[in-house]
T-cell receptor, first 114, second 114 residues
Framework: EAQVTQNPRYLITVTGKKLTVTCSQNMNHEYMSWYRQDPGLGLRQIYYSMNVEVTDKGDVPEGYKVSRKEKRNFPLILESPSPNQTSLYFC?????????????FGPGTRLTVT | LAKTTQPISMDSYEGQEVNITCSHNNIATNDYITWYQQFPSQGPRFIIQGYKTKVTNEVASLFIPADRKSSTLSLPRVSLSDTAVYYCLVGDFISSGSARQLTFGSGTQLTVLP
């Protein structure tokens, strides 16, 4: 089954404790992206990647890091989480094609930073 | 970066046709228009995508006027299960090989009443 998986689905942590949220897709997609969703603000893009070793900042990259060492994986790293990073996070992937086609989203990771 | 504007919320009754309009005045030549549906605490799900004129699939139609500065998502005969947030997304990845960010707006909360 074609899918994007994220782990963990729920995470409660404390300020300053480094964490990684994993994202993996099994569709051989070139493009992957991370979004955060906060009430009233819709979905905001954090980082995206056009392919292996190619990443770029989205709208709200501060406080986050990403890496793309393999095509299928795109982990989101919070080196020193703060309470303002409490949010619902989504990973997404899609092929680089014309027309663009759809983005496939993961189930989400609900992060709480205390 | 094409910014989109949608109504914050809409109400409808079961069995009615619903039209949600999105404004995107600074759409670029290569940009496609994509609509997503999102239920609470789930990842967005692709509905339909188009470039110009009209596109129809099994769940919706997308109307795009000649100037492409707006688009309208049409949902025929909605049911209670269509209650969700609908996002209009404008962007493209294949622009002279350069990456472009995709930004979701705040979306339209559609509530279908019995």
């Amino acid at each position: 089954e074609a899918q994007v998986t994220q782990n963990p689905r729920y995470l409660i942590t404390v300020t300053g404790k480094k964490l990684t949220v994993t994202c993996s897709q099994n569709m051989n997609h070139e493009y992957m992206s991370w979004y955060r969703q906060d009430p009233g603000l819709g979905l905001r893009q954090i980082y995206y990647s056009m392919n292996v070793e190619v990443t770029d900042k989205g709208d709200v990259p501060e406080g986050y890091k990403v890496s793309r060492k393999e095509k299928r994986n795109f982990p989101l790293i919070l080196e020193s989480p703060s309470p303002n990073q409490t949010s619902l996070y989504f990973c997404a992937s899609r092929k680089l094609a014309n027309p663009p086609g759809e983005q496939y989203f993961g189930p989400g990771t609900r992060l709480t930073v205390t | 970066l094409a910014k989109t504007t949608q109504p914050i919320s809409m109400d409808s009754y079961e069995g009615q046709e619903v039209n949600i309009t999105c404004s995107h005045n600074n759409i670029a030549t290569n940009d496609y228009i994509t609509w997503y549906q999102q239920f609470p605490s789930q990842g967005p799900r692709f509905i339909i995508q188009g470039y110009k004129t009209k596109v129809t699939n099994e769940v919706a139609s997308l109307f795009i006027p000649a100037d492409r500065k707006s688009s309208t998502l049409s949902l025929p005969r909605v049911s209670l299960s269509d209650t969700a947030v609908y996002y209009c997304l404008v962007g493209d990845f294949i622009s002279s090989g350069s990456a472009r960010q995709l930004t979701f707006g705040s979306g339209t909360q559609l509530t279908v009443l019995p």
